[in-house]
Structures are given as C-alpha cells and as structure tokens.
C-alpha cells in the first residue's frame, strides 16, 4: 500500500511552526508583513489571495490588500511597486498572476526588490537558486522538497526524473533536487519516448498540465509520485495530472489531489515570508 503524503497535515505543521517564529519576532518588535497585490478581480485569483490573507492572519503576519482595477495602468501598478520597494515595514511584496494582458508581467516581476520577492520568480531569485546562493526559492517547488523530507524520502543519489519545464515548477524544482543531491532528468513535450525514461525513477514529479497523464505504464515499481497538477471537471472535483487510482497500487509513495502538492504552496511563501527578515537584515 503506497503511503500517501498528506500535504495538509504537513503545511500545517510548517505553519504552526512559523507561527512560533513570527511570535519571537514580534517580541523583537519586529511585525511581518506582506503586501498582495491583484489586479481585475478574476475569481480563481480571488480565491488564492483570500487563502494568502486566511494563512497571514494564521500565523501573525500582518497582510495589505491591493485591489486595482482591471484598467489600471502599468506605469500605475510599477509605481504601488516602488512604493513598496521603499517602505521599511514591508517584508514581502506578492504580485497575483496572471496579469491583465496590457501588463508586461516579465516587467512587473522584475520591478520588485528581490529581497522582497516572496514568490521567488525575479530573475535575481532564479540566478540565486541556480548557483546555491541564499534567496528566496519559489513555493510549490519548496513545499514539495519539505513533502519529501518530513515524509522520510531521500533525495540524495535517488534518480529523480521531472516532466515539465516552466519557470514556477519544471525548472526550479529540477535545480531543488539536484541542490539535495539527486541525479535529475528533466522532460518536457519534446522528450521521445517519455516512458522510457520516466520508467527510470525513483523520484518521479509531473508539472505536464494535462489531467490524469500518468497513468501505471509510466511508472517503476516501489517510486515516489508527486502530482504537481490541478484540474477541475465537469463535477467541479479536482484531479492531477497522475490518474490516481491507476498509479497508487505500485507506487511505494504518491501525493493525492487535492491534499497533497496544493497547500504547500502557501505554506512555503508564508516561510519565505519569515525568512525576508533574515535577507533584508
Ligand atoms: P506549464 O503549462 O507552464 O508547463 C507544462 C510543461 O509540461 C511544459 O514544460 C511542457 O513542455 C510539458 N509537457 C506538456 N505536455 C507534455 C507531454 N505530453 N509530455 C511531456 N511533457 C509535456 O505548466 P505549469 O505552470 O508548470 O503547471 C503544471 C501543472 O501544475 C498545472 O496543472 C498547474 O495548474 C499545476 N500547478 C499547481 C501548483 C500548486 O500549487 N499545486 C502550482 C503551479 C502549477
């Protein structure tokens, strides 16, 4: 019977961890706080920076709103930006993606101080990940190396294989596991003969987007399965991009979904968050 690595629990737990931290903060006199930004009011995005405020107000950290227009201007959002790049009770500034198609998000990601980049996707984030320099890493990837380590996974010298390349999961998660020492194979949708290869993990993490691709065929027997993946069907239920049921019986370990890869997110940038004091010191 694989073990199911239950995210919820372990998200909690990093959160009532960071609740301690935050508190030893505060009698410091130092209050953390994160501002989030979003722009139109797409109700997904509304639904995750709700689940961003509900996890501040968990753990103490003291969050600012900002609901723009969906008309505002780029030049507009650039200068809110600034201005939080200059306010010293700032620790953390989070722009929800996607942005309205007239902003550059390239532009807007990179008009925020890396030392307040609690998402981990300025170029100077992604460099400092790529070369084991301290900054901050962006959150699925994070959350899924602590899913493995408080489930009792080890990452050194495990063939790790990753199906997806973006910039917000592929890529940063293939630098996190080769950081913990595995030897890393990364696919994407011009590998050939994407079993085979797969077929060769013990750590196999897919970010593909497509929902229930991975079925038994693509797994070795006894591996680790994280399912990176969220997709919503007709019924409104939500599933990965590994069909379950199919890869459970020979996985020796495998995140569900929902409870598995998802609420780790917000658990990692609520940690990025405490760890911004650390960098801006
Ligand atoms: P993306 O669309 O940016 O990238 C998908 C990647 O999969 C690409 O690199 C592509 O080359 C690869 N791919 C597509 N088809 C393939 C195929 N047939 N064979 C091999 N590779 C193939 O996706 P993303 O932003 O990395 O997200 C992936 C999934 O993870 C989505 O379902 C997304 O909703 C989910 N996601 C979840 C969280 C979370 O918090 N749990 C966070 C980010 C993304």
């Known amino acids: 019977m694989a073990l199911r690595i239950d995210g919820k629990k ?8 960071l609740k301690v931290k935050v508190e030893a ?18 109700p997904a995005s509304s639904v995750y920076v709700g689940n961003k405020k509900k996890a501040c ?3 103490g950290i003291r969050s600012l709103a900002y609901e723009l227009e969906e008309s505002v201007t780029q030049e507009e959002l650039l200068s809110l930006i600034k201005t939080l790049n200059e306010r010293e009770d700032v620790n953390g500034i989070l722009v929800q993606l996607p942005l309205p198609k007239h902003i550059d998000e390239d532009v807007v990601i990179r008009a925020i101080d ?20 301290e900054g901050f890493v962006s959150c699925t990837p994070a959350g899924i190396i602590q899913l493995c380590k408080r489930s009792g996974i080890e990452i050194a010298g495990k063939e790790c294989v990753v199906i997806g390349r973006s910039n917000i999961v592929g890529k940063p998660i293939s630098m996190l596991l080769l950081r913990e020492n595995g030897t890393v194979t990364v696919c994407h949708s011009r590998t050939k003969d ?9 750590i196999l993490v897919v970010a593909i987007g497509k929902p229930k691709f991975i079925t038994k065929e693509y797994v070795k027997d006894g591996a680790v399965v994280i399912d990176v993946g969220i997709h919503r069907n007709e019924n409104n239920k939500l599933c990965g991009d590994v069909d379950f049921d199919d890869v459970e019986p020979v996985a020796s370990a495998i995140t569900p979904v929902p409870g598995g890869v998802g609420p780790m997110t ?4 609520m940690n990025n968050c405490v760890e911004a004091v650390k960098l801006q010191k």
Do not use: W
């Open 10 to 17: 372990i998200s909690t737990e990093i959160k009532d961890e």
């Open 25 to 42: 903060y505060k009698e410091q006199g130092i209050d953390i706080c994160l501002a989030v930004i979003q722009v139109g009011n797409d």
């Open 57 to 59: 107000e968990y753990i």
């Open 114 to 133: 890396p030392k307040k980049d609690v998402d981990g996707f300025h170029p100077y984030s992604v460099g400092a990940l790529s070369i084991g320099e």
């Open 194 to 202: 994407l079993k085979e290869v797969t077929k060769r993990a013990d």
């Open 266 to 269: 917000i658990a990692m940038l």
